[in-house]
């Protein structure tokens, strides 16, 4: 026995004993066979990998949500706007009109001969009261692309985040002169997605707190977005709906333009003032058809940006030194509130007509 145990010590004190399955897991590599550096990051090569994957794949993501944000997260945030709106214009409309009885007599107008012999009698309908800027002023119906919205008063960004908007300054839709509207194309539930499918003859049907109003399509055409004309004043009774194009683009306009059905209702009954700064022929604001994205928006994206990479890297660094169980819980709702920061702003400084 003696034997054998000196035996195994000798064998032991040689070096030759190894860990079942390798080598001791507490034993350290030389110095200068690491891949790492002192931070615990990879050297040379496979470190630029490593960094590229990390990087390419986070950037992916953030894009990913940013494309999802745009597309459904605000159609949500329209719909949201939707319901509220029917309900306060179904309730502004039905006290208005239980308020006075010529104006009950012509919300109740069903054909343009009885709207005509009420304008005759009456000599138009009395003025509702203006409606506030982002306020229900209408509901649009277009049952060819399956279009049923509540139109608001403004074509500011934050007007167009509730619904199609109306241009102030231009004339209520059933009166004289040019009624003009603008919609978004892709974004807030993309209400005039489908606007270029319009051809000469279809209904588009539009009821204030005035009446219902039947418009026949005439035409279309694709314009600049600096052509302020296109929503100025008219002879006739004409409604004109403008949207972004192409889809997923502000480069261009598409505008379609209907004739009311019947006689207009006396008076041009305009909502609002056309503001300093009015595009030609004494149309709306170029600023408003152009439906430009907000400067101050998109300066407060990058800055998100600039933090959602700044925390990138660090994460990155700070997995490689200390134990990610640790970091992460720190990390990562940062990550998430940049990423939200940037995801609003970033698409409110796209054109608003989108």
């Known amino acids: ?210 009446g219902a109003f039947r418009y026949i399509v005439r035409g279309s055409e694709v314009v600049d977005p600096g052509r302020g004309d296109v929503v100025g004043p008219t002879d006739g009774a004409q409604l004109t709906l403008t949207t972004c194009n192409p889809r997923y683009s502000a480069s261009t306009r598409l505008v379609v333009y209907a004739d009311l059905e019947g006689d207009a209702l006396a008076g041009r009954g305009t909502q609002g003032q056309v503001g300093a700064g009015s595009g030609p022929a004494g149309g709306a604001p170029t600023a408003a058809l152009g439906l430009a994205g907000d400067p101050e928006s998109r300066a407060i994206a990058l800055k998100a940006a600039a933090a959602i990479f700044f925390l990138w890297a660090f994460t990155y660094w700070a997995t490689g030194r200390w134990r990610k169980r640790w970091v992460f819980p720190f990390a990562l709702p940062l990550l998430f509130a940049a990423c939200a920061v940037m995801y609003v702003f970033a698409e409110r400084a796209m054109a608003a007509g989108a």
């Open 1 to 210: 026995m003696t034997g054998v145990a000196e035996d195994v010590v000798d064998v032991v004190g040689a070096g030759d004993w190894k860990f079942p399955g390798g080598e001791d897991p507490q034993a350290k590599r030389p110095a200068g066979n690491s891949d790492r550096d002192p931070d615990g990051l990879r050297r040379g090569w496979r470190g630029a990998v490593g960094w590229a994957a990390w990087f390419f794949a986070t950037l992916g993501l953030v894009l990913l949500g940013l494309v999802a944000y745009t597309l459904f997260g605000t159609r949500v945030i329209e719909q949201r706007n939707q319901g509220r709106l029917e309900g306060s214009f179904a309730e502004a409309r039905q006290e208005w009109t239980d308020s006075n009885e010529v104006a009950q007599a012509f919300a109740e107008a069903d054909t343009p001969e009885e709207r005509a012999q009420l304008n005759e009698f009456f000599g138009g309908p009395p003025a509702p009261p203006p409606a506030p800027p982002g306020g229900a002023v209408a509901q649009i119906r277009i049952p060819k692309i399956g279009l049923e919205r509540i139109v608001v008063e403004g074509v500011e960004r934050d007007n167009l985040m509730n619904g199609p908007g109306h241009y102030p300054g231009t004339s209520m839709p059933g009166h004289e002169g040019n009624a003009a509207i603008a919609g978004h194309r892709t974004t807030y539930g993309a209400p005039f997605w489908s606007l270029d499918a319009l051809a000469p003859g279809d209904e588009i049907l539009i009821t204030t707190l005035e």
